[in-house]
């Protein structure tokens, strides 16, 4: 059974930094893309990063790209987001996928069952 459990999300201000996290049971990361979505309240869910299968490449959301950071552990079957210069519109619910790829336009077919992160300002 696959399982995608985030955790780090939380209250901070403005500016502020937060690394969420995301441990994977069950599949093998090292074969998998990853990702992060999020969603605010009353808004689709949205694309926010993406890494491929070996990290060597990842994909950011306009809106987060040069403050957030993708990166994974395949050792430790870990993915994580570092963010940074946090504003009170990326206050939403995160989410970890997993899939063969995952990207902007894709929908991934593993799913966590989300951290919440807060901004204020």
């Known amino acids: 059974q696959v399982q995608l459990v985030e955790s780090g999300g939380g209250l901070v201000q403005a500016g502020g930094s937060l690394r969420l996290s995301c441990a994977a049971s069950g599949l093998t990361l090292s074969s998998y893309g990853m990702g992060w979505f999020r969603q605010s309240p009353g808004k689709e869910r949205e694309f926010v990063a993406a890494?491929?299968?070996?990290?060597?490449?990842?994909i950011y959301a306009d809106s987060v790209s040069g403050r957030f950071t993708i990166s994974r552990d395949s050792v430790k079957n870990m993915v994580f987001l570092r963010m940074s210069s946090l504003k009170p519109e990326d206050t939403a619910v995160y989410y970890c996928?997993?899939?063969?790829?995952?990207?902007?336009?894709?929908?991934?077919?593993?799913w966590g069952q989300g951290t919440q992160v807060t901004v204020s300002s």
């Open positions: 890494i491929n299968w070996s990290g060597g490449s990842t």
């Open positions: 996928a997993a899939d063969r790829e995952v990207g902007p336009s894709l929908q991934p077919h593993y």
